[in-house]
Each structure stands twice: as C-alpha cells, then as structure tokens.
C-alpha cells in the first residue's frame, strides 16, 4: 500500500493506494467513506477489504475526501457537492492510469454519496459495493445532530435537533461533537433519499449488511427499497453478514465474514507483468514502479510527492507494514524551538492516527507552525497498518520504531516528545523509561480504568452530579424520573465498587454515554503507570478533563495513593486542569487550549 498526496479539485487529497504485485489489472476500487467518527471507527475494516481487494488483482482507491483524515481544507469548508466532485475527480485520475472497469465501494453514507453520483449520470462507473447504506440524508444529519443535543444534555444546556435546523438555515456554522457544521452541507443532504432515486438499469449493485445472527433479514425499509428496485428492472443483488456493527462500536471491531464475502464479488483480469518489457506509465500498478514512476512525474499526472510539509510513508514493524505522517515545520524562519525536538502522536482507543474529530492532524498542523516537527502513525492492526490489532499494553515495539522511522527521516532530531490521550497515554508512560531518545512525556487523561474503580468513579462523579442538577429534581418533581429503574442501577453499580461483579444494561450504556471505552485491563494500570513515571526522570505535562470519567477514575486512584500524589508532585511534572472538557477535548476552544499548553511546555524543555 502506498500512501500519498494527490492534487484534487478543492485541495490536497489523501489517499491509500493499493495494488496488487506482479500483476497489471483492469479493475479499480474506489472506496467512498462513512461520514464523520464512523469513518474513523471504520478505518481498519477499510483496510481490511482493500488489501482483500488488492490480493485478488483489483486496484483500489482508499481516500480522504477534502476536509476529512489527513486531507486538506476543514470540515466545515467542505460540503456534499465538494465530496461528490473528488470522487469524480478520482475516477478520472484512475482511467488515465489504465482503469476500464470501475467499482465504487461505499460505506454507510458513502453508500448514499455512490448512489447519487450514479443518478447524476456518473456514467464510468459499471458496479456499487454497498455496506449499510444510508437511506436518506436528512436521516443521517438528524442522527448526527442528536450528538450535540446528547453533550449538551449532560452540560444542562437544552437544544432539540428541530433548533438546531434552524440556526443552520440561517446561516450559522455548529459545532457538533468537534465538528463545524454549515449550512450547505444540512440543505444538500436534506434533499437526498433513496426511494425517490432513478437508477440505470444496467448498473450492477450489491447491498450488504450486518446483522446479529443468521435469522436476521435486511432491515425493512431496505427490504422495501430493493423489491422496488427490482420491481424497475434494476440489477441489485443483497446479502446479510453476521457481525458487529463495527462503525459505531466503541472498541475496533472486525467483519472478516463481510470482507471474505465482499471480495468474492470482483472478478478483474489480471495480466502477468514481464519483468523484461518496459510498461507504460499509466499502467503501472506494483507498489516499487507505481511509487518511483509517479513521483517522479508529478507535474504530468497530478500527483504531489507530498506538501511541503506533511510526509506520509510506510515503515516495517515485526514483520508488519505501518502507515505514518510527518509534518515538518512551514518555515525554518522561527527560532523560537530549535528542531532538534519532535513530537509522536500516539493513538488510542477506537481512533486511528487523525484522530477524533481530527484532532490529532490539527495538532500536528498547529505544532509544525510552531516550528516542531511531528510525527502521527497507526501501530500494528489499527487504521491503514497492517497486522493483528494489539492493544494498548502491548505496542512498545510499534512506538521504539515509530521514533526510528521518525529519527531516520528527520535527521536534526536529537529526542521526542510522546504525546498520547486515553489508553495511548498510559501505553506512552509503560515506553518512556525504556528509551533514552524520549525527552518528555504528554499525557492526557491517561486510561487506568479497573472494574471497581470504574464503578467507583461512576457513583462520585455522575450520579453526585445528577443529585445536584436543576434538572434531576425538575424530573422528580414532574413524575418523569423513573425511581425503580435508577435504584436499581445505583446498587448494581455499589456492587461493582465494592468488587461485585453484577452489571446492568442500563448503567453500561449511561458509561458508554460519560466516556470512551476501552477493554478493562487484568494488570493494575494505575501501579504500573506510577512505576512507570517513577523510572522514567524526564518532564512531563499532564493534560486532565474536568468533564471525563476516565480522567476522574485517575484523579481518584491518584488521590487514594500517597506515593502516587507525592510522584506527580514533583517539579519535573507540570499539571493543567480543562474543568469543562470533555474526553476528546471536542470543542475548538478546548482543542486550541491544549495545542497552546504544548507548545508553550515543549519550549521549556
């Protein structure tokens, strides 16, 4: 797989290339992504299947649309239109390097967005692989405004989706779940619906779904649609997988039964390569040629050898290929930080390396303005890397050679900052003490989650808010609070923090609800992270939420240890509180805020 910039209509794009080795092929892919955290929950089974894809001959196209990953532009500059046109653009860019039969590949909204290009008259194209699609696009930005309504609920403040229509309507940008949301994007998708589509008759579409068990059909409103579909003459062919619903999951998940199934729906002709003939550019398809050829020929075909400041590459580890990208500061012209020290971003939880709400490309781009070079990667089985999915304790391997990579490619560089949230926070403290190149510590809302101090966490923290808001004693007073159900749950939950192992539907979706899960550990988390900070006796900045459960689970098992408060007491470890944040620092201000406070604490070093 090769990664890389190329030139699209509204900016730079992003895209993963993969090909099949020793093979030039008629058959391209182009993947079409989900919309917003379901792209980034997504990721690795995006991978998944397009390495599935390239291994049976098929080239395939895996981007980021203009505003999203690491593209270029913001999101709230891009719009429905904006995305249409760099997939058409993309189909473009595949016919001049040799493509005659074009997929598009689409998940959940992408889906949607294939479906419309195919009703524009996007006539290139000859099949659609459809994942759960999205049936309409007001369906869509309703569920996604339900997330600012959910945030706002929990601060006390009362927005209904209906209110927040209108004030996009009127020309106000929102802020949902750390993404900026405008006007054009809510008037476009609210305008789009399968149902009211005319399709060609001579496309072929195969929808697939997941579902819990092998009893489950489609769902009704797609069994509905399809039988209309084929009601029209219309080649649409279904299927169900059974699996989890890996784009919302709150851990990585995986379908291999879907990406098993999904790749036996290609056929492409493959043609030996003749290592002795000399191949036309455009039909270059191996990794090696593909790379040396484009990049060499950047002016003719459009592609970019990079931005002047952001490097993506791939680099091995135990056997594994990992993608990374390193932006390297916009002007030598500052003095302020000389650039013999970088910055790695760890990725935690179910991210991949931009990030929620890519917050971890704007800090990247925040920091190399600030003259600091930055590194972000996905380790083994996460985002575009290859390999078995990990976790969190076990990726010291994947950081030491990260800053290898990271060393070898920016030569100045005499040390590295880790930077890591959640579980990625905690991975970073277990690293330091073993690498003497690692010349400080950023650690945000590290993850030291164990089943009872999770409980434990959960009745100081949420339910003595609850007792205490305007709004619980409104509830009570109207007869709207359901006093069995909440008692109940209480007890369930003391249970837990006494060492209990009782847990109930409703108290794991409100932990769902207050934060990011992780998978509870077996080793003692909060011991090995002060071990680990012990041994290590460099600088560190730790960065904690005021609205987060895992942060009040560290805080608490903090103060509970007396050599724990004395440890972070020192002066080599600096502390800044965001008493309204929440875990992903999802707001700008808050996001701004903390790229500030590391700046600011990097140049101290």
């Not at 106000?172 to 008759?201: F, N, T």
Request: net charge negative; charged share 20%.
């Amino acid at each position: 797989m090769i990664p890389q910039f190329i030139s699209g209509p509204a900016g730079r794009l992003f895209i993963s290339l993969y090909s099949p080795i020793q093979h030039v092929t008629d058959e391209w892919i182009i993947h079409l992504p989900a919309f917003a955290e379901e792209m980034n929950k997504s990721r690795k089974m995006m991978h998944d299947q397009a390495a599935a894809f390239s291994a049976k001959g098929a080239v395939v196209i895996v981007p980021d649309l203009y505003g999203t990953g690491d593209s270029e532009g913001d999101f709230g500059d891009a719009s429905w239109g904006v995305w249409k046109q760099d997939i058409r653009y993309l189909v473009e860019w595949a016919k001049t390097r040799g493509a005659q039969k074009i997929t598009l590949w689409g998940n959940r909204s992408g889906g949607l967005m294939a479906l419309d290009l195919i009703r524009e008259g996007l006539n290139d194209v000859s099949h659609l692989i459809l994942w759960q699609p999205v049936h309409s696009g007001e369906q869509l930005m309703t569920q996604f405004l339900r997330l600012r309504m959910a945030a706002g609920m929990i601060s006390g403040e009362k927005e209904t989706v209906a209110q927040q229509r209108e004030q996009l309507k009127t020309g106000k940008m929102l802020e949902v779940a750390g993404y900026d949301v405008g006007a054009a994007l809510l008037l476009e998708l609210d305008s789009i619906s399968l149902k009211q589509m005319i399709l060609p008759v001579s496309l072929r579409i195969d929808w697939l779904e997941v579902v819990s068990s092998s009893e489950r059909p489609l769902l009704p409103a797609s069994q509905k649609l399809l039988a209309l579909w084929q009601s029209q003459g219309i080649d649409v062919h279904s299927q169900t997988v059974v699996g989890e619903p890996f784009w919302s999951t709150q851990e990585i998940t995986s379908v291999p039964a879907l990406v098993h199934d999904t790749a036996l729906l290609i056929s492409p002709l493959l043609m030996a390569v003749d290592s002795s003939a000399e191949l036309s550019p455009s039909r270059l398809t191996s990794s090696e040629s593909l790379s040396k050829h484009e990049y060499k020929q950047e002016s003719k075909s459009g592609l970019l050898s990079a931005p002047e400041s952001e490097h993506p590459f791939v680099f091995s580890c135990e056997g594994e290929e990992l993608v990374g990208v390193i932006h390297l500061p916009v002007s030598s012209a500052s003095t302020d930080i000389d650039e013999d020290t970088g910055v790695l971003i760890i990725v935690g939880g179910p991210q991949y390396r931009a990030g929620s709400h890519r917050q971890f490309v704007h800090l990247a781009r925040h920091l190399a303005e600030q003259n600091i070079p930055v590194m972000r990667f996905d380790y083994r089985g996460m985002g575009d890397s290859s390999g078995a999915f990990v976790g969190f304790e076990n990726i010291g391997v994947d950081i030491k050679h990260a800053i290898d990579s990271f060393m070898e490619r920016v030569p100045t560089l005499k040390g590295v900052v880790l930077w890591g949230l959640c579980d990625a926070a905690t991975a970073a403290c277990f690293y330091a003490p073993e690498d003497k190149r690692v010349s400080g510590l950023v650690i945000l809302n590290p993850w030291v989650r164990s089943e009872a101090g999770e409980a434990t966490a959960f009745l100081k923290h949420y339910y003595l808010q609850r007792f205490c808001s305007k709004q619980f004693w409104q509830k009570v007073i109207k007869g709207e609070f359901n006093i069995s159900g909440s008692v109940a749950s209480l007890l369930s939950m003391l249970k837990r923090s006494a060492g209990g192992k009782a847990v109930e539907a409703d108290i794991a979706a409100d932990l769902i609800k207050v934060s990011e899960i992780t998978a509870i550990s077996s080793t003692n988390l909060a011991e090995k992270i002060e071990s680990s900070l012990g041994a290590y006796r460099g600088p560190v900045q730790c960065i904690i939420s005021g609205n987060d459960l895992t942060a009040a689970e560290f805080d608490d098992v903090v103060k509970r240890s007396k050599s724990f408060t004395r440890l972070l007491k020192q002066k080599r470890i600096n502390r800044e509180d965001l008493k309204s944040a929440d875990h992903t620092f999802s707001k700008r201000e808050w996001r701004d805020k903390v790229a500030a406070w590391t700046v600011n604490w990097i140049r101290t070093l």
